[in-house]
């Protein structure tokens, strides 16, 4: 049975992934590979950069991206191909007190969304090892989509395809780049900085959680 939500001003809630549901990040993998900091952080930062990956997260294959890249550095053939091969190590777990929060909103009766830049790849291991991501109402994916934010694109496929009100939809990301992408297409966002402001949030838009 849905909650008596009288006063909300919001309808649905989207949530980010990495970062905000998923402890993600490369060092979880590359601290095990590269033990010395400063040849792990100019591998991380020149070689398999953001940027790099960020291609992924648009669509291009893994296969592609691991090839052109070590082609330009065998040196690092094999670190690089661990960026593929070993990339669930780079998950630590899920945010515990995120997973709270989008369960008592899901309690309510509210709908809740993912909005993520993930390879479409990716985004099938990471739900078979984490499935909380399964319990969404639906799911919006970079590298299915071939677009990514912060571009406009992204955000408008999901207010279209759940037929979403952007002024009654909230939205959470931690890089504020993408918060701001949202907002120009008349998201309800703010910055994820951690579960308990995020309660913060909701509970100023009525809902109580």
Do not use: C
Not at 21 to 32: G, N, R, V
Not at 77 to 91: C, F, H, P, Q
Not at 153 to 177: H, N, S
């Amino acid at each position: 049975m849905t909650a008596n939500l009288t006063g909300r001003t919001i309808d649905a809630v989207v949530f980010d992934i990495g970062g905000v549901l998923l402890d993600w990040s490369p060092t979880y993998l590359y601290a095990e590979l590269i033990p010395d900091e400063e040849q792990r952080s100019h591998f991380l930062t020149n070689v398999v950069s953001p940027a790099w990956n960020h291609k992924q997260d648009e669509g291009r294959p893994w296969a592609e991206a691991i090839e052109e890249l070590s082609s330009l550095h065998p040196e690092h053939a094999e670190w690089i191909a661990a960026y593929d091969s070993g990339w669930l190590k780079m998950i630590k777990g899920v945010f515990a007190d995120t997973a709270e929060v989008l369960t008592e909103v899901q309690a309510l009766g509210l709908p809740t969304y993912a909005l993520t830049n993930f390879s479409g790849d990716k985004w099938e291991v990471a739900k078979e090892a984490f499935p909380i991501l399964t319990r969404f109402d639906g799911e919006i994916v970079s590298g299915v989509e071939q677009t990514a934010k912060p571009g406009e694109k992204i955000y408008r496929i999901l207010i279209d395809r759940f037929g979403l009100d952007p002024a009654r939809t909230f939205y959470t990301d931690d890089m504020q780049y993408n918060v701001d992408g949202a907002r120009t297409v008349g998201l309800d966002a703010e910055l994820f900085t951690g579960a308990a402001d995020l309660r913060t949030e909701l509970r100023a838009r009525g809902l109580a959680v």
